[in-house]
């Protein structure tokens, strides 16, 4: 983090949460991330593991390193953050903090007309790191979305995790919206008529015409050995 960048912030999580592109993500708790057993594996994943622990709480003397170095430590930093906060969003106060963001609508809404702007959850379609980047899920028509911005589409899906959004609405099954009824699902019809239907209607003519060549040349056959 160089002083422009950290210029009006005084810790680096406030920092962070504070760069944009990164609204989808919310605030760890101090506690959560001082407790190593609940960083267990991390440092398996995580380049220059310790200082960027170290970065992220605040130990770390940043002056004596270069710019380089800064920028190498800075990425290892996120990329702890966001693994961390794959499994604080799905404690208790994590659910809390991020049920918060939800109803704000800071993930944004569906596209589908039908959905009527409903809020969206970020998760990711794998757990694995450096994979996928995060989507978008609306538990309306239960489908998923890339996110509209840019800066969202950059950001890991590993670190929301497969489950995240699933797990919030068991928690607070009042936030699910009832399901889309049959009148609100798209239908597309050509002249009124279903196009399914008519796809059924000339994959019929089509069998019936091929028969009907069928027979005529075993017709025109039999007559040539009369």
């Known amino acids: 983090m160089s002083e422009t960048d950290s210029e009006g912030y005084k810790y680096w999580v406030e920092w962070f949460l504070n760069t944009k592109g990164n609204e989808f993500f919310c605030e760890i708790d101090d506690e959560y991330i001082l407790d190593r057993f609940n960083l267990t594996g991390l440092h398996a994943e995580v380049a220059h593991y310790q200082q960027a622990f170290d ?22 930093a996120k990329h702890l953050y966001g693994l961390i906060h794959a ?20 993930f944004g809404r569906c596209p589908r007309v039908y959905c009527n702007q409903q809020n969206l959850l970020p ?43 699933h ?10 919206p009832p ?27 089509d069998a019936q015409r091929k028969a009907q060549a069928s027979r005529l040349a075993a017709y025109e056959a ?5």
């Open 123 to 165: 998760v990711g379609i794998t757990d694995v790191p450096n994979e996928v980047s995060v989507k978008l899920y609306c538990c309306r028509c239960e489908d998923i979305y890339h996110p509209k911005s840019s800066r969202h589409c950059s950001i890991d899906g590993a670190y929301f995790g497969t489950s995240f959004p």
């Open 55 to 76: 970065l992220i709480t605040d130990q770390l003397d940043e002056d004596s390193f270069d710019d380089e170095q800064s920028k190498i430590l800075d990425r290892s």
């Open 222 to 226: 039999e007559n040539k050995k009369n």
């Open 179 to 205: 399901p889309l009824t049959e009148a609100q699902r798209y239908v597309p019809k050509i002249f009124g008529f279903k196009i399914h239907n008519i796809a059924n209607v000339h994959r019929w003519q």
């Open 167 to 176: 797990m919030l609405l068991q928690a607070y099954p009042s936030l699910k």
């Open 87 to 106: 499994r604080f969003i799905i404690t208790t106060r994590g659910l809390i903090k991020m049920v918060e963001k939800y109803k704000r609508g800071d």
